[in-house]
């Protein structure tokens, strides 16, 4: 680990000698740049942003109790970590001048030539653009962290982080949004569904069979610690979606507005479709899979939101509730992988369903977009079919190799010890739950009496042990 930080730190500093400070642009120069468009990407990066935040609140109600700070821990890493990567270098792969439509090229490495002017055919800064992707850059990795929780090495995760988004992603991002083959072939994602939800779903599956199970999975339940944390996570996911969404247009007109309709009208349905299927199959319908319902018609509403109408996106969030419901409920029961927050059930399945949709779906009656199958063009299913099909290969691929390395290198688990005993103490010597009003107590009677105080009854720390 020492190694690592060491290394990190030397790429950081011969990264200086490669920077350049944006040239100074003249008055006629910025003028290309739209005031409008700028202050709404401003907000629907700060948008975007607060997504990683939301979803480690998401994620973390879910978990159990002793368990809480770390799951919170690999959403925060990610945050941090690919922010900076991608300054340095996944920016430029991303969307660097194409190299035969694979990657692209460095011409941007550590942000050289990525000044106040906009890109070729945008009206934003081209900083402002960069940092918009960027956000995108970092919540995807941090969503496969879902499968990953109560059991694999923070340290693991960390070279994980490194190694999959630029391996992964920035490839994947540059084959369908920086002009690589994938969207000179006519595939259309325009918002995620393919770079982000099919990359991270299909690589939580992988990385969730090399992990293997947690202990005690079939045996011992795992209730969620705190629900209300995870509604409150998924309702500012909700909410970000509409910058992740609408700000996709990169300008702040009609394509947004609709982009944004149709995000709410799909997740709604969405929602409601899990709702009901839910108390028609358990009897009583949940919070937990309500909310749970929402993200996956987010999910899938992700790369059609740009191409298809409000009509439409119904259809999308109905079959996405129906989807995702049968992935979490039946696929992971009947095949025994332990992807502990379902996503590759609402990630992985919602954003294959959002991407062949698009094929479905799509009508050049929005600007920019072309039709598809209902409208004509069968040729256009065809395409989100090899585009997703090609997602799954590499991810899932590129995913497996990346772990299988790092297990051999470092190991991926912890301890049995540390497992039983929480990742929040062992990891990170902390928790996020205690006895409080027992603590206090105890406090104050310190104060009280100078002789220390005996040991808590046994009924105190049996309740104590039971919380975490």
């Not at 020492?2 to 000698?17: D, F, I, N, P, Y």
């Not at 979803?55 to 002793?66: H, I, N, Q």
């Not at 083959?181 to 918002?191: E, K, P, T, V, Y």
């Amino acid at each position: 680990m020492k190694r690592l930080c060491l290394g990190l730190w030397e790429m950081c500093c011969a990264s200086v000698l490669i920077l350049e400070v944006p040239a100074t642009s003249s008055a006629g120069e910025l003028s290309q740049v739209s005031t409008a468009d700028t202050a709404w990407m401003l907000v629907a990066t700060a948008l975007v942003m607060i997504m990683t935040p939301a979803l480690a609140l998401f994620y973390s109600g879910m978990v159990r109790g002793k368990n809480v700070l770390n799951t919170i821990m690999l959403s925060l890493s990610a945050l941090c970590l690919i922010s900076i990567q991608w300054v340095l270098w996944g920016y430029t792969l991303s969307f660097g001048p194409d190299k035969g439509g694979i990657i692209g090229g460095l011409d941007f490495l550590g942000l050289r030539e990525v000044g106040f002017l906009p890109r070729e055919g945008h009206s934003i800064p081209h900083q402002l653009f960069m940092m918009f992707q960027g956000m995108f850059a970092v919540l995807t990795p941090a969503l496969i962290s879902g499968a990953l929780v109560e059991r694999m090495k923070f340290s693991s995760f960390l070279i994980f982080l490194l190694a999959w988004s630029t391996l992964v992603y920035d490839p994947l991002a540059h084959w369908l949004w920086g002009n690589g083959w994938l969207s000179r072939l006519g595939a259309l994602d325009f918002a995620g569904g393919t770079v982000v939800h099919i990359s991270s779903g299909v690589s939580a599956l992988a990385a969730c069979l090399i992990l293997g199970q947690r202990k005690g999975i079939a045996s011992e339940p795992m209730p969620p610690s705190n629900l209300p944390l995870t509604i409150t996570g998924g309702a500012v996911l909700w909410f970000g979606w509409f910058g992740f969404n609408a700000g996709s247009a990169l300008v702040a007109g009609p394509l947004a507005a609709n982009a944004l309709v149709v995000t709410h009208t799909a997740s709604a349905m969405s929602a409601i479709t899990w709702m009901l299927i839910e108390w028609l199959h358990r009897g009583k319908p949940t919070a937990l899979g309500t909310i749970t319902g929402a993200l996956a018609g987010l999910v899938a509403i992700t790369p059609a939101c740009g191409y298809v109408t409000v009509f439409s996106s119904l259809l999308v969030g109905a079959g996405a509730g129906v989807l995702c419901y049968l992935a979490v409920v039946k696929l992971k029961a009947r095949f025994r992988y332990d992807d502990s927050l379902d996503v590759f059930g609402v990630h992985g399945v919602g954003g294959t369903w959002g991407a062949i949709a698009t094929g479905i779906f799509a009508t050049s009656a929005i600007p920019g977009s072309a039709d598809g199958l209902l409208h004509g063009n069968g040729d256009q299913l065809l395409v989100q079919c090899l585009a997703t099909l090609i997602s799954w290969v590499m991810s899932f691929g590129l995913t497996a190799a990346i772990l299988l390395c790092i297990k051999a290198a470092f190991g991926l688990r912890v301890q049995q010890e540390e497992e039983l005993l929480g990742l929040d103490i062992a990891l990170h010597g902390e928790k996020a739950y205690s006895l409080g009003f027992v603590d206090r107590a105890l406090g104050s009677l310190s104060h009280t009496f100078e002789e220390p105080l005996p040991e808590a009854p046994p009924s105190l720390a049996v309740a104590s042990s039971q919380e975490e």
